[in-house]
């Protein structure tokens, strides 16, 4: 009820500043500007849980027990700008989900200064990571949207930046974040790094554009309340997580040997041409973990991708296939005195970060690695790794009717250490269309998937969205 309340009230108020701010503020430079929509549905099942896909990738707006209710997202963003080229940027997002109970939750909120050049952010953000599409992927396979978003202070460039040397044929991306996980886990409240590099190569007039980079994430810190030890901090040792260097002499003694913390991340590359009628784009993320993962070898791990984008708007707009596969893990070695021995990279899992690659009990990254048994002791399986998957996924247009259909698969097999026999199957046919209104849209969305794990399983989601801020200025 509380949560009502609220939500009631920053309607008012943004609805009266909106208004206010349209009426008293014209100048370009020290106008406050706001967008406000609501999004309104329902989600029906056939069972008590909801279809994979409308609960996956979706920073945890829908959890298993949301089949069968109603919902209602407010989101709010509000941009001021003080001076020239400077930007004060907020973002508030709430949910109410209404099944036997009233379900009120905060999805995003942040606030951010930028110029052309730079973004400081701080607060739960929803952030898309990678080069993957940006519409009809499964998603990133380290860091999706399948767990809700973390609290973090990131500094970033704001978009895609010249080289002072080579023009637009040279150009740049780079992020770097420190965030905080939860208390209640294994390793409690250890620190987040995260940073990325992209560099991007434009030739023959920009038709041809190929993008390479890495991505890194950290776990670090933390406290262990059942043996009473605590995971090195400070400065310093923010370095050695910085650079993946070995722990010092208070670190554990694999970190010493290995690298401080829980590092993993991938290598990323994307490849577009452009052609007369369309764009045609393919893209690679490489996993790895940890210092020893980083090298070649383990380049058979990860998601590989290929797009058509067609210019014109019309029936067909988009095409995408994407394979999944993260069954070697650079697993099989050799000591050297010639004797074979099993030491996999074991993504998304760490024998001192436990609780593994998850936040508030849910996989950080994509959702085909499968968290079954979150209060599982065995570290080493917590997360289920060993996926081969498939997405293939169509868009367009007809009349107006915004469409994707989408076939997805996948085949988790569990990990080198705790394999699953037969491994669990899941397969998903999905349909997505949105029909405009005069101030938003109208969209439903069917999903029927069938498991040897979850069984069969039918539902969908109706929603309208509506601008309210457009609204509010046509009646201004």
């Known amino acids: 009820m509380h949560m009502v309340k609220f939500r009631l009230i920053i309607i008012l108020i943004i609805g009266y500043s909106s208004i206010y701010a ?21 989600l029906i099942s056939a069972k008590s849980e909801l279809p994979f896909w409308v609960r996956g990738n979706n920073s945890q707006r829908f959890k298993q027990g949301s089949a069968n209710s109603v919902y209602q997202i407010l989101h709010y963003n509000g941009n001021y700008q003080p ?15 209404i099944r036997e109970r009233i379900d009120g939750r905060i999805i995003q909120a942040n606030l951010s ?3 052309k050049l730079i973004r400081i952010r701080g607060g739960y953000d929803e952030e898309f990571f990678g080069l993957n599409d940006s519409t009809l992927s499964i998603g990133n396979l380290v860091y999706g949207n399948n767990a809700s978003p973390i609290p973090k202070v990131s500094i970033s460039t704001n978009g895609w930046q010249r080289s002072p040397l080579f023009g637009n044929h040279l150009s740049f991306q780079a992020y770097l974040a420190h965030g905080w996980f939860e208390q209640n886990r294994f390793q409690s409240g250890a620190f987040l790094h995260q940073k990325y590099l992209y560099l991007r190569v434009k030739a023959f007039n920009s038709r041809l554009s ?19 030890s605590s995971q090195p901090t400070g400065i310093k040792n923010y370095l050695r997580i910085l650079m993946g260097s070995s722990g010092g002499s208070d670190a554990n ?18 490849g577009t041409h452009e052609f007369r009628h369309f764009f045609l784009s393919s893209y690679w993320q490489f996993l790895w973990e940890d210092k020893s993962g980083l090298t070649p070898f383990n380049w058979r791990d990860g998601l590989m991708g290929a797009s058509i984008d067609f210019k014109n708007n019309g029936l067909i707009n988009k095409v995408v296939i994407e394979i999944i596969r993260t069954n070697d893990q650079d697993a099989d070695k050799v000591s050297d005195d010639g004797l074979s021995f099993l030491e996999p990279d074991n993504f998304l899992n760490n024998n001192t970060y436990q609780s593994g690659w998850t936040y508030l009990d849910n996989v950080i ?10 209060d599982s ?3 080493r399986s917590r997360v289920k790794n060993m996926v081969n998957g498939l997405n293939v996924s169509i868009g367009g247009n007809l009349k107006g009717l915004s469409y994707s259909i989408t076939y997805r698969k996948f085949k988790n097999a569990g990990t080198r250490y705790e394999s ?3 491994g669990l199957d899941v397969r998903s046919a999905i349909i997505y269309l949105s029909i405009p209104t005069i101030h938003g849209s109208f969209g439903i969305r069917g999903e029927y998937d069938w498991s040897n794990w979850l069984g069969k399983n039918f539902g969908f989601q109706c929603q309208y969205r509506v601008d309210l801020s457009s609204i509010f200025r046509k009646g201004n």
């Open 83 to 97: 001076i020239k080229n400077i930007a004060l940027k907020w973002e508030l997002e709430s949910l109410l989900n």
């Open 22 to 42: 349209q009426e008293t503020v014209h100048d370009s430079i020290n106008s406050v500007t706001h967008s406000l929509n609501i999004e309104s549905g329902v």
């Open 113 to 115: 200064i930028e110029s």
């Open 365 to 374: 990254g994509n959702p085909v690695f499968l968290l079954i048994h979150p």
């Open 377 to 379: 002791d065995d570290f």
């Open 253 to 270: 003694l694999s970190d010493q040997n290995n690298a401080l913390g829980n590092h993993l991340g991938s290598y990323d590359l994307r």
């Open 210 to 228: 190929i993008i390479g980079g890495l991505n890194h994430n950290a776990q670090w810190g933390g406290a262990n309340a059942t043996n009473e």
């Open 420 to 422: 699953i026999e037969p």
